[in-house]
């Protein structure tokens, strides 16, 4: 008799996900979600503590798959960072559009419950880590105290505006999230145009070389 094959991590997620756009719930218990899908509970608890681990996995998965699908580009690997994050955006919610449903049930589930920032908390890791490696220029402080200021206040900055992105994608009525994608576009702009620190490095060279010049001149 041929040994029954351990359930994947992959298949629990496509089952859980199967199951709520189904039932518009999560399932009572681990134990009825194991015995509906034939394996066993022991199994579930091999990859996951819980749905809501489940649920937090998922929005990582959305992640590392947009992450997959540019890295296959030659012309992302050549982006400069606006172009890249720009990139990042639209595979990403091409991803979350492809299963809206699900993440519209989600996160209205934990709307007014701070559990909702939770499921969420692999997929900001991934994504502040992500714009981390970007190499987005910032003043050169020569001050490592300083410096981890300006970096922390990127990422989380980054993912503020990541958050406000998918609040509008929930509550898009456009065809084909239209506004979305205008809405993608206009903010991350916007956003490395007031990070722009050429014009401000012009001011802070033109304020050196007036003042040596004025100590050299006295």
């Not at 996900?17 to 509906?36: C, Q, R, S």
């Not at 922390?152 to 992105?165: G, Y």
């Amino acid at each position: 008799m041929a040994k029954k094959k351990a359930i994947t991590k992959e298949k629990i997620i496509s089952l859980y996900m199967d199951y709520i756009l189904e039932h518009g719930k999560n399932p009572k218990t681990v134990y009825a979600f194991a015995k509906l899908n034939a394996f066993q509970e022991s199994e579930f608890y091999i990859h996951f503590a819980s749905f809501q681990a489940i649920e937090k996995g998922i929005f990582e998965a959305f992640f590392s798959n947009s992450i997959q699908a540019l890295e296959k580009s030659d012309d992302y690997k050549i982006f400069d960072a606006r172009n890249k994050l720009l990139s990042f955006y639209f595979t990403l919610f091409e991803n979350l559009t492809a299963n809206r449903s699900y993440v519209t049930h989600v996160l209205n589930k934990y709307e007014s419950d701070l559990k909702g920032l939770k499921i969420l908390s692999g997929l900001k890791h991934h994504f502040t880590n992500y714009i981390n490696g970007l190499g987005i220029q910032m003043l050169d402080i020569k001050q490592a105290q300083f410096e981890k200021i300006q970096e922390k206040a990127l990422k989380e900055s980054a993912w503020l505006q990541l958050l406000l992105t998918m609040k509008f994608w929930l509550d898009d009525t456009s065809a084909s999230f239209e506004k979305t994608d205008i809405f993608i576009e206009k903010s991350v702009n916007t956003t490395f145009d007031v990070l722009d620190i050429a014009p401000l490095k012009s001011v802070i060279d033109l304020g050196k070389f007036l003042f040596k010049e004025k100590i050299h001149m006295n």
